[in-house]
């Protein structure tokens, strides 16, 4: 069976990029074969300039010194204490006593935990263990983080704490972080980049911002309907034999009456079916699914001067085609 | 009252030693057990089945039989093939098998994400074995280790009834042969002490090793 197929993208220095999907997507497998936990059976994970399946097993052990990793269930060491967890790669590599303590209390302090150093995992709440193996995975120093569905056993109040931690620690850090997650509401206030996976495969990748105004694929709709529509964009084209539109506008549009000019200057009803606002890292974007009643011709001139606005428009097709077309 | 202490004696050295040598070799048979696994860290399927298959044959031998077919080997290693030091082999290499197979059912308890924590560390198969499979099993293991000794108390008082000396050499001796059920009683009397003193202390060993329960604050 074939978990991950012919997946390929980049990822920058200090940037954020987010795997996004459904359960069984393909996104824990593929997490696990960027550090070669899983040894994928063809193509290549180049990092800092080094294919890692070519390499051999002392090099790989090397360079995941420079991958710290996080788990949806922590993965914490349940018999060692906090401290003992966050000096785990440090003993591993040999550091001085010294160095060890001085970095764990650093860790600790950073995570706002030293409190708790001498606890068990068992004793701590979710998010207190997702920040504890967070100060694991950096303990080395790491030039990437890897977090694999690291919110998602958590509640929402958690899941925020979690979220603000790595967000500090990129920006406190500026490294690169590959973040798995199913949450859409986890990777908008997150990434800055996005790629969408479904069975396998990556079926989109864009800015965050991008793919809330235009999500091209069914996969991505999905994923951004999980929070903000709550009818499914097809179902919405099923209500009126007219065209429907989805309408995205960026935070500069967002404010204004775009919508009431276009009704007094062309003429049109406008029908809104849907609409939002999400507050994404780089601004303000919102939606709005419409229909009009009107002329068709005035309907053309309206877009087009819509799109001279900046406004990303979807054409929708009937639910039983399917289909999005631009 | 001389023939019970140095009967106990018997019994505790027989025990004492062989559940040392069993755990000795059985644990590492165990961890090998675990790592060769064909979904293991380090898949062996070959050597694995090997192994499985050895420890099973051992496993289904009935320790009467088994004994009397490791007597060459004790008698190789002791010198002879009766007594109680001579005892000592039969009742490990029976327990062995039995040690391996319980110690690999505690680490496959083992959580792999936990592995994968430590792995992505960058720790080697062996370290990863040293510092985080045997330490987060340790509390089962010590339960296994626990069924191993009780279980060899048993097959000590077995071993008793074909030279081996010990209580239950004295059990039989005066129960059955002499017909003394004081004795006798005396004898089971204090096996069931040494069992129940050996669960005691390995079940508080165990709890006292647990950390995946919060410790309730004093």
């Known amino acids: ?326 | 009252m001389n023939d019970f202490v140095k009967a106990t004696w018997e019994t505790l050295l027989m025990v004492g030693a062989s559940s040392f040598f069993s755990v000795l070799l059985g644990l590492p048979l165990g961890v090998l057990l675990v790592l060769t696994k064909p979904e293991g860290l380090l898949p062996r399927p070959q050597l694995y089945r090997i192994l499985d298959f050895i420890i099973n044959v051992l496993r289904s031998l009935p320790f009467i039989v088994l004994m009397i077919v490791v007597f060459p080997l004790s008698r190789l290693l002791i010198g002879r093939a009766t007594g109680t030091t001579a005892t000592i082999v039969p009742l490990a290499v029976a327990a062995i098998p039995f040690v391996a197979r319980i110690m690999e059912q505690s680490l496959l308890e083992v959580d792999t994400g936990v592995l994968d924590a430590g792995l992505a560390c960058g720790a080697r198969v062996g370290q990863l074995v040293k510092t985080v499979l045997i330490p987060e099993a340790l509390p089962s293991l010590v339960n296994g280790v626990t069924i191993t000794i009780i279980n060899i108390i048993g097959n000590s008082a077995m071993a008793g009834a074909i030279g081996g000396g010990g209580l239950g050499d004295l059990a039989v001796r005066y129960g059955l042969y002499r017909r003394n059920a004081v004795k006798l009683y005396i004898a089971v009397a204090i096996i069931i002490l040494i069992v129940q003193l050996v669960q005691w202390a390995g079940r508080a060993l165990e709890n006292s090793l647990r950390r995946d329960l919060p410790v309730a604050s004093l």
């Open chain 1, 1 to 326: 069976m074939r978990a991950v197929d012919q997946v390929s993208f980049s990822v920058d220095e200090g940037e954020i990029y987010g795997l996004i999907g459904l359960s069984g997507a393909g996104k824990s497998t593929l997490v696990r074969c960027l550090n070669l936990l899983t040894r994928p059976d063809q193509g290549e994970i180049w990092f800092d300039g080094l294919n890692l399946v070519d390499q051999p097993e002392e090099v790989l052990r090397d360079k995941r010194r420079e991958m710290g990793i996080i788990f949806q269930h922590f993965n914490l060491f349940m018999r060692k204490t906090v401290r003992d967890n966050v000096a785990y790669p440090l003993r591993l590599w040999g550091r001085s006593k010294t160095e060890i303590k001085a970095r764990v209390d650093e860790l600790l302090d950073y995570i706002g935990l030293s409190a708790h150093a001498k606890s068990y995992p068992a004793e701590l709440s979710g998010g207190q263990k997702q920040r504890v193996a967070i100060a694991r995975a950096l303990a080395l120093n790491p030039r990437l983080l890897l977090s694999d569905e690291a919110t998602s056993a958590l509640d929402p109040v958690n899941t925020e704490l979690v979220v603000t931690m790595l967000r500090k620690v990129v920006d406190d850090l500026g490294i690169a972080v590959i973040l798995i997650t199913h949450q859409m509401e986890v990777a908008k206030v997150l990434c800055d980049r996005v790629a969408v996976m479904e069975e396998g495969r990556l079926v989109e990748e864009n800015t965050v911002e991008q793919l809330f105004l235009q999500p091209r694929e069914a996969a991505t709709r999905r994923m951004v309907r999980g929070f903000d529509e709550d009818i499914p964009l097809e179902r919405l084209a099923s209500l009126t034999s007219a065209p429907v539109y989805r309408l995205g506008f960026r935070s500069e549009s967002v404010r204004r009456p775009l919508i009431s000019n276009l009704a007094r200057q062309y003429e049109l009803d406008v029908n809104i079916l849907a609409g939002n606002i999400n507050a994404l890292v780089t601004g303000d974007i919102g939606y709005l699914v419409v229909s009009f009643d009107g002329d068709r011709e005035k309907e053309e001139t309206a877009l087009e001067a819509l799109k001279k606005e900046g406004v990303e428009i979807l054409r929708l097709t009937n639910a039983q085609r399917g289909g999005l077309v631009s």
